[in-house]
């Protein structure tokens, strides 16, 4: 109930513009503070100690309930104190693949005396702490769970503290419009790209092929038994296969329709593997798929274009 009086006031007070120009300085109009749970419960004992006081005309119990209501408002401007003149800043947001775990990262900084127990948490999320000292940048990552390729959005972030005693809770939004590119899922049973050459340059590059050993794979069946890695077996590994390699020439195409998966989602991890190991091999590689040809070139640059291109496709035509 509290929690939602507290966002209640604050999404009719605070209408910020989307995305927030950084850094975003947490000055007087944009804290909110209330009463926690304790908070309520103290406020109605410190009501019961002063009708009992005037009941029974007791000096030492308005002496107790003025000091006690004193220590409470001393610890509100704490509390307000200990969220205000900071300034917060987007972080880091590094691509993942899916099903791993991403992280939106925010900074924050004192512009004097160390803040403690500073929170940040997304809606419905659980906050994660730090302790903000002078002259230092506290990095404050996020987690959550990508589950699906695309773009992951952050959304609106709370700021909060109850420091020092838990009686307020003392709290600001900020959004920096966050987000995270999440990869498709690498397929390990793709194996190695298919050799789809556009160049009659040759320059040994490893592709699948018979002529010498180049990595182990998960074991699918109908793999011959003569490529199985019975020593990697005897040193409990795992079932693994031998999977050889031949030369191929300096340019590789993956292709859509050379991937072969029973779905979308299927093939694009597929393809993102077959883009993962081509970077691997140092060979130039180009994407076509849909809608979107990515010319053969090499590098991080080029891996990671390619990649977003995977986690970012929708098929032409689907609605």
């Known amino acids: 109930m509290f929690a939602d009086l507290r966002q209640s006031i604050s999404d009719w007070i605070f ?20 009463p926690t749970r ?33 220590m409470a408002g001393v610890a509100m401007l704490h509390t307000w104190r200990n969220l205000a003149h900071l300034k917060l800043r987007p972080g880091r947001c590094d691509p993942v693949f899916a099903g791993e775990v991403a992280h939106f990262g925010v900074t924050v900084e004192t512009p004097a005396q160390t803040r403690f127990s500073i929170a940040i948490r997304r809606k419905g999320e659980e906050p994660v702490y730090a302790d903000v000292a002078p002259a230092e940048i506290a990095a404050i990552m996020l987690p959550f769970s990508a589950r699906r390729r695309g773009i992951a959005r952050c959304g609106r972030l709370e700021i909060f503290t109850r420091y020092p005693i838990g009686l307020f809770h003392a709290w600001s939004y900020v959004d920096f419009n966050l987000h995270v590119t999440v990869y498709p899922k690498p397929d390990p049973l793709a194996g190695t790209p298919p050799a789809q050459s556009r160049s009659a340059s040759e320059e040994g590059i490893p592709i699948a092929g018979d002529e010498e050993f180049n990595m182990l794979r998960v074991y699918r069946p109908g793999d011959a038994p003569k490529l199985i890695a019975w020593k990697a077996l005897a040193r409990e590994q795992g079932l693994l296969t031998k999977e050889f390699s031949a030369t191929a020439s300096s340019e590789l195409w993956l292709d859509w329709d050379e991937a072969p998966a029973p779905d979308l989602e299927a093939r694009l991890s597929v393809l993102t593997h077959w883009v993962l190991q081509a970077e691997r091999f140092g060979q130039s590689f ?24 995977l986690a970012l496709f929708h098929m032409p035509g689907a609605t």
């Open 38 to 70: 304790q908070g309520y419960t103290y406020a109605l004992t410190m009501l019961v100690l002063l009708l009992a006081s005037i009941n029974y005309a007791l000096s030492l119990g308005f002496v107790l309930t003025f000091t006690l209501v004193s």
């Open 286 to 309: 180009g994407l076509r798929i849909p809608g979107t040809v990515i010319a053969p070139a090499r590098g991080e640059a080029h891996r990671t274009r390619c990649l977003e291109a």
């Open 15 to 34: 209408r910020a513009s989307v995305p927030e120009s950084s850094p975003v300085t947490l000055v007087q109009r944009r804290i909110f503070i209330l």
